[in-house]
C-alpha cells in the first residue's frame, strides 16, 4: 500500500529565508511518481514538481528545488527566498504504476504542511 | 486556470435533498478523478475513471454515485448525504491513469465546498 507522511503541519517563516518541507514515501513498487502541489486559500491544487522514480537527479527550478533520495524514501522540497505568494498548504503525492488487475490508484497524498510566509 | 472546471462553487444541502456535481476537463485527459478534502484529512481518493470506465472506488458510500458520460465530463450525484460528507469535494483529470507516465500530472479543479444541513 502507499503511503505518504509529511511530517511537518505548520511551518512559519520571514520572507527571504529558505524553507524545506519535508516528506517521506512508502511504496512496494518500483516504479513510481513522486509530485509536489501547491493548494492556495482559493482550493485548487497547483502542480509544482514531479519526479520519476528511476531518475534521481535533483534539480533546481527557479526558486524551487527538491531533493529525492531513494535510499531514505524521501522527496524534499525547498522553496529559496520565500515570499508571502509562496503561503499556501503544499501536498507531497505518490503514484504507483499497478501492474495487476489493470487498475489505478491514483495520487495518494500526504495531510499537507501548511506554509506560512510572514512578511 | 487549470482546464478543469467544477459547478457549482459552492453547495450547502439538507441531508434529503439529492443533488449533483459537475467536472468538465478541457485538456483531452483520459482519466478523470473525484477526490474529497476534509479538515484536518488527507485528499482522500474517491472515484477514478479511465476511458470512461470505473477503475477504482474506494470504498464509498453508496449514497454517493459517479457518473462519467464521455471523457471530458464527470458527475458526483448525492443522495442522503450526511453532514460528516461536508468537504471540499475536488476533480482532476490526467493523460493515463496512472499519473506520471509519460511525465505528465493530474491537474485539479477548484472544488466544490459542500455543506450538508
Known amino acids: 500500500a502507499q503511503k505518504v507522511t509529511q511530517a511537518q503541519t505548520e511551518i512559519s517563516v520571514v520572507e527571504k529565508e529558505d524553507v524545506t518541507l519535508d516528506c517521506v514515501y512508502e511504496t512496494r513498487d518500483t516504479t513510481y511518481y513522486l509530485f509536489w502541489y501547491k493548494q492556495p486559500p482559493s482550493g485548487e491544487l497547483v502542480f509544482l514538481i514531479r519526479r520519476n522514480s528511476f531518475d534521481e537527479q535533483n534539480e533546481i527550478s527557479g526558486r524551487y528545488s527538491w531533493n529525492f533520495q531513494k535510499s531514505t524514501s524521501s522527496f524534499n522540497f525547498t522553496i529559496t527566498a520565500s515570499q508571502v505568494v509562496d503561503s499556501a498548504v503544499y501536498f507531497c503525492a505518490l503514484s504507483e504504476r499497478v501492474y495487476s488487475g489493470g487498475g489505478a490508484d491514483g495520487l495518494t497524498f500526504g495531510k499537507g504542511t501548511h506554509l506560512i510566509i510572514q512578511p | 486556470e487549470t482546464g478543469v472546471t467544477q459547478t457549482p462553487r459552492h453547495l450547502v444541502m439538507g441531508m434529503t435533498n439529492k443533488k449533483s456535481l459537475k467536472c468538465e476537463q478541457h485538456?483531452?485527459?483520459?482519466?478523470m478523478y473525484w477526490y474529497k478534502q476534509s479538515a484536518k484529512k488527507p485528499l482522500e481518493l474517491m472515484f477514478v475513471y479511465s476511458l470512461e470506465e470505473r477503475v477504482e472506488n474506494n470504498s464509498v458510500p453508496s449514497r454517493f454515485s459517479p457518473e462519467c458520460p464521455n471523457s471530458s465530463h464527470l458527475f458526483l450525484h448525492l443522495h442522503t448525504l450526511q453532514p460528516e460528507d461536508s468537504a471540499l469535494y475536488l476533480c482532476a483529470s490526467s493523460q493515463e491513469a496512472v499519473v506520471g507516465v509519460g511525465n505528465t500530472e493530474a491537474f485539479f479543479g477548484q472544488g466544490t465546498r459542500l455543506t450538508v444541513v
Open positions: 485538456l483531452g485527459h483520459n482519466a
